[in-house]
């Protein structure tokens, strides 16, 4: 601690009035003695500065007497002479006595010993002018020692009372906590000698250099956070990182920084979301960059923000959990009471983009755009929507792109005589488009509006199918699923920005590792490898799957048997095929530590579209469903079934798929599956199949 700290607290000080006057008086008399020290060791420095000026003093005056005593003597000398001449001058002339001129034997000692003394007095004060100095400068050094120990008295004893005063606050944990603080600032100074070396960026580490581990929306803030990793300390031409973003179709920096953060090994980089506006950034990728010989460079990986539920308004209830029973239900018998009598709580139902994407009347702002709806068709949308919400039915929405010419669709696809198209998520067109219509249907169908309610969201239909639904040209798988990803992303993005409960699914059929040499689709194994790889490698989200299990091929009418194509199923996750014999691989396959979610779970999955053909006879299509049901039952994994369909397609059924349950055996079976009542109408179907009991085909998961 230091004085502020007792400064600001001087109910601290008063807690134990004789502990903290005892310290005090301790704590003036070292404080006392500290002064009294620091006093002498300047005295002591001064008197040093005295005594060389004497010593230089000394040697002067020493000087000036030797000069004066040898005068003397000279001068002594040329007296005699002179008075020697004047007698020989005088007797010359005058012939008188000659008389010599006596100097006195104590004169003359004198006169020749001034020269000595003056030596001798000289080298006197020499030596005790040293001896002088040597003895200042000890007393200067004792001083100097003496005024350090005095300080640490000083400080031993300051540091005693703010014990004491902690510990009256604290009740006996003064102690505790300043060895806390000094631990701390130990570890402050240990992590100081222990920072990271700089390192040189090479073309070997530049990708990688940094780790951009997640991308976050605050809850509380609503900025973008950035957390960044790095084992060391980057060479560049200044000391900062540099946050840049990209959008989903570019795949290098361009234009200035967001920001700069000072270089470190662990930091978090902060910018603003713009939700919402032509500046949005939340189908944006985050990177940072370094400034190398006066250009930007990357130097890590890049990532998306993997919460966009953090600016959700809405997070709607989920409907459907007391039963696994769905259907691909027709319109005009959502008021028959039919789905009531069934028991259905999960319908499935098509949104064409060329029914609300062409025409006008209904405006909707979203990032600093206004776009047109078509108002009779969406208005169509909400009768369906809202029927199905006020008799509590999970609804999953199947979004299609049957537009062969528009900005929603991806430009190599564009007019390829299809009947369905890939998704555009490869320009800025093509993003703003997507976003606008997810925003739009999240925001319709929250169930806030009065519009229904729509959980669920099915991105396009067996998208693996390349050539008749999600045409594109044909490219290899790892290309192929980054562009319905991108896709996903955006939808994802933007749905659960709206509702924070809504759920995005990827629709894949059943062909799971075939292995031909067919063009026309890819394996569902590949390309959801290839698709979840992509989506971890960028952020993870949690996309879900929504699955067709249906027989092969696929007017073969037993769930159970396929005759000579029985080889194409297997338990394994090399199987051609998985349908409902073996569904389990499925989800045995997605349980895998790659494919959890953000939250380390197994994605969900749905039976999306599966059905069987009456063609051979009402009773193997209602054995069938049954089958289905009771396999579908005993996988914790799969949370619903959505048959298909309620009533028979004329253009299916000249294919000999009379898949409808409408007005057929089929219909009874499936309305008493999941009921206490299966012994009599759904039971009866095993001697059919040649099982004795349902766990004989169930695999518990």
Same mark, same amino acid.
Request: net charge negative; charged share 20%; aromatic share 10%.
């Given at each position: 601690?230091?004085?502020?700290?007792?400064?600001?607290?001087?109910?601290?000080?008063?807690?134990?009035?004789?502990?903290?006057?005892?310290?005090?008086?301790?704590?003036?008399?070292? /404080?006392?003695?500290?002064?009294a020290?620091? !006093?002498?060791?300047?005295?002591?420095?001064?008197?040093?500065?005295?005594?060389?000026?004497a010593? %230089?003093?000394?040697?002067?005056?020493?000087?000036?007497?030797?000069?004066?005593?040898?005068?003397?003597a000279?001068?002594?000398?040329?007296?005699?002479?002179?008075?020697s001449? %004047?007698?020989?001058?005088?007797?010359?002339?005058?012939?008188?006595?000659?008389?010599?001129?006596?100097?006195?034997?104590?004169?003359?000692?004198?006169?020749?010993?001034?020269?000595?003394?003056?030596?001798?007095?000289?080298?006197?004060?020499?030596l005790?002018?040293?001896?002088?100095?040597?003895?200042?400068?000890?007393?200067?050094?004792?001083?100097?020692?003496?005024?350090?120990?005095?300080?640490?008295?000083?400080?031993?004893?300051?540091?005693?009372?703010?014990?004491?005063?902690?510990?009256?606050?604290?009740?006996?944990?003064g102690?505790?906590?300043?060895?806390?603080?000094?631990?701390? +600032?130990?570890?402050?100074?240990?992590?100081?000698?222990?920072?990271?070396p700089y390192?040189?960026?090479?073309d070997?580490?530049?990708?990688?250099?940094? *780790?951009?581990?997640?991308?976050?929306?605050?809850?509380?803030?609503?900025?973008?956070?950035?957390?960044?990793r790095?084992?060391?300390?980057?060479?560049?031409?200044?000391? &900062? &990182?540099?946050?840049f973003?990209?959008?989903?179709?570019?795949?290098?920096?361009?234009?200035?920084?967001?920001?700069?953060?000072?270089?470190?090994?662990?930091?978090?980089?902060?910018?603003?979301?713009?939700?919402?506006?032509? /500046?949005?950034r939340?189908?944006?990728?985050?990177?940072?960059?370094?400034?190398? =010989?006066?250009?930007?460079?990357?130097?890590? @990986?890049?990532?998306?923000?993997?919460?966009?539920?953090?600016?959700?308004?809405?997070?709607?209830?989920?409907?459907?959990?007391?039963?696994?029973?769905?259907?691909?239900?027709?319109s005009?018998?959502? #008021?028959?009471?039919?789905?009531?009598?069934?028991?259905?709580?999960?319908?499935?139902?098509?949104?064409?983009?060329?029914?609300?994407?062409?025409?006008?009347g209904?405006?909707? %702002?979203?990032?600093?755009?206004?776009?047109?709806?078509?108002?009779?068709?969406v208005?169509?949308?909400?009768?369906?929507?809202?029927?199905?919400?006020?008799?509590?039915?999970?609804?999953?929405?199947?979004?299609?792109n *049957?537009?062969?010419?528009?900005?929603?669709?991806?430009p190599?696809?564009?007019?390829?005589?299809?009947?369905?198209?890939?998704?555009?998520?490869?320009?800025?067109?093509?993003?703003d488009?997507?976003?606008?219509?997810? @925003?739009?249907?999240?925001?319709?169908?929250?169930?806030?509006?009065?519009?229904?309610?729509?959980?669920?969201?099915?991105?396009?239909?067996?998208?693996?199918?390349?050539?008749?639904?999600?045409?594109?040209?044909?490219?290899?798988? =790892?290309?192929?699923?980054?562009?319905?990803?991108?896709?996903?992303?955006?939808f994802?993005?933007?749905? !659960?920005?709206?509702?924070?409960?809504?759920?995005?699914?990827?629709?894949?059929?059943?062909?799971?590792?075939m292995?031909?040499s =067919?063009?026309?689709?890819?394996?569902v194994?590949?390309?959801?490898?290839?698709?979840?790889?992509?989506?971890?490698?960028?952020?993870?989200i949690?996309?879900?799957?929504?699955?067709?299990?249906? #027989?092969?091929?696929?007017?073969?009418?037993?769930?159970?048997?396929?005759?000579?194509?029985?080889?194409?199923?297997?338990?394994?996750?090399?199987?051609p095929?998985?349908?409902?014999?073996?569904?389990?691989?499925? %989800?045995?396959?997605?349980?895998?530590?790659?494919?959890?979610?953000? @939250?380390?779970?197994?994605?969900?999955?749905?039976?999306?579209?599966?059905? &069987?053909?009456?063609?051979?006879?009402?009773?193997?299509?209602?054995?069938?469903?049954?089958?289905?049901?009771k396999?579908?039952?005993a996988?914790?994994?799969?949370?619903?079934?959505?048959l298909?369909?309620?009533? =028979?397609?004329?253009?299916e059924?000249?294919?000999?798929?009379?898949?409808?349950? #409408?007005?057929?055996?089929?219909?009874t079976?499936?309305?008493?599956?999941? !009921?206490?009542?299966e012994?009599?109408?759904?039971?009866?179907?095993?001697?059919?199949?040649?099982?004795g009991?349902? +766990?004989?085909?169930?695999?518990?998961?």
């Open positions: 601690m230091d004085n502020e700290n007792v400064k600001n607290n001087p109910q601290d000080v008063s807690a134990d009035p004789q502990s903290s006057g005892t310290i005090e008086d301790e704590t003036a008399t070292a /404080q006392e003695s500290a002064v020290g620091e !006093t002498a060791a300047e005295e002591v420095s001064g008197a040093t500065e005295i005594a060389t000026a010593e %230089t003093a000394s040697e002067g005056d020493t000087s000036a007497a030797s000069s004066e005593a040898t005068g003397a000279v001068a002594g000398e040329t007296a005699s002479e002179e008075s001449d %004047t007698a020989e001058q005088t007797g010359t002339s005058a012939s008188a006595p000659e008389k010599k001129l006596r100097i006195p034997r104590t004169l003359r000692i004198v006169l020749a010993f001034i020269p000595v003394a003056a030596a001798l007095t000289c080298l006197i004060v020499y005790l002018n040293s001896r002088y100095i040597e003895t200042l400068k000890e007393n200067e050094r004792i001083a100097a020692d003496d005024a350090i120990v005095k300080q640490a008295a000083y400080t031993l004893a300051l540091d005693t009372f703010h014990r004491h005063a902690v510990e009256d606050v604290f009740g006996g944990t102690e505790e906590v300043a060895d806390a603080l000094v631990n701390a +600032g130990l570890s402050t100074i240990e992590g100081i000698n222990n920072r990271p390192v040189e960026i090479t070997a580490n530049r990708a990688h250099f940094a *780790d951009v581990e997640s991308v976050l929306i605050s809850p509380d803030t609503g900025m973008v956070e950035v957390s960044v790095a084992d060391a300390l980057p060479v560049s031409d200044d000391g &900062y &990182y540099y946050l973003s990209k959008a989903i179709y570019q795949d290098h920096i361009s234009g200035e920084p967001i920001t700069r953060i000072e270089k470190d090994v662990d930091f978090i980089a902060e910018c603003n979301l713009n939700y919402n506006s032509a /500046q949005s939340l189908f944006d990728k985050f990177c940072m960059a370094l400034l190398i =010989d006066g250009n930007y460079v990357e130097v890590s @990986n890049s990532s998306y923000i993997t919460n966009p539920e953090a600016k959700a308004s809405y997070a709607s209830s989920r409907d459907g959990a007391s039963t696994k029973k769905g259907l691909l239900v027709y005009e018998l959502i #008021n028959s009471g039919q789905l009531e009598d069934l028991g259905v709580k999960h319908a499935a139902y098509n949104v064409y983009t060329s029914l609300i994407c062409n025409g006008s209904i405006s909707h %702002t979203y990032n600093g755009h206004t776009y047109s709806f078509n108002a009779h068709q208005g169509l949308y909400d009768i369906i929507f809202s029927r199905l919400s006020a008799r509590g039915v999970d609804i999953n929405a199947i979004i299609i *049957d537009m062969p010419h528009s900005t929603l669709t991806y190599a696809s564009r007019g390829g005589g299809a009947t369905l198209y890939a998704f555009n998520a490869s320009d800025k067109e093509g993003v488009m997507l976003g606008a219509v997810a @925003n739009f249907l999240a925001n319709r169908y929250s169930g806030a509006s009065g519009h229904g309610k729509v959980s669920n969201w099915i991105i396009g239909n067996e998208v693996n199918e390349r050539t008749v639904y999600n045409y594109t040209p044909y490219m290899g798988v =790892d290309q192929y699923a980054r562009l319905y990803a991108d896709v996903v992303r955006v994802y993005n933007a749905m !659960t920005a709206v509702n924070s409960t809504t759920r995005v699914y990827v629709s894949l059929d059943n062909r799971w590792n292995n031909k =067919d063009k026309s689709f890819y394996d194994k590949d390309m959801m490898d290839a698709f979840n790889a992509y989506m971890c490698s960028e952020g993870n949690n996309w879900h799957v929504g699955y067709h299990p249906y #027989n092969y091929p696929l007017t073969e009418p037993k769930a159970w048997s396929w005759g000579r194509y029985d080889s194409m199923v297997s338990g394994s996750s090399s199987s095929i998985v349908s409902m014999r073996n569904i389990h691989v499925l %989800t045995d396959y997605l349980g895998q530590s790659s494919y959890l979610d953000n @939250n380390g779970n197994v994605r969900r999955v749905i039976l999306s579209e599966m059905g &069987y053909t009456s063609s051979h006879g009402q009773g193997l299509q209602s054995a069938s469903i049954c089958y289905a049901y396999v579908m039952e996988n914790s994994h799969i949370d619903y079934m959505l298909s369909r309620q009533v =028979d397609a004329a253009p059924v000249a294919e000999g798929l009379a898949l409808g349950i #409408n007005g057929k055996e089929g219909y079976a499936y309305k008493f599956c999941g !009921t206490s009542q012994s009599t109408y759904v039971d009866k179907y095993l001697g059919t199949i040649g099982i009991s349902w +766990g004989a085909i169930q695999n518990p998961r």
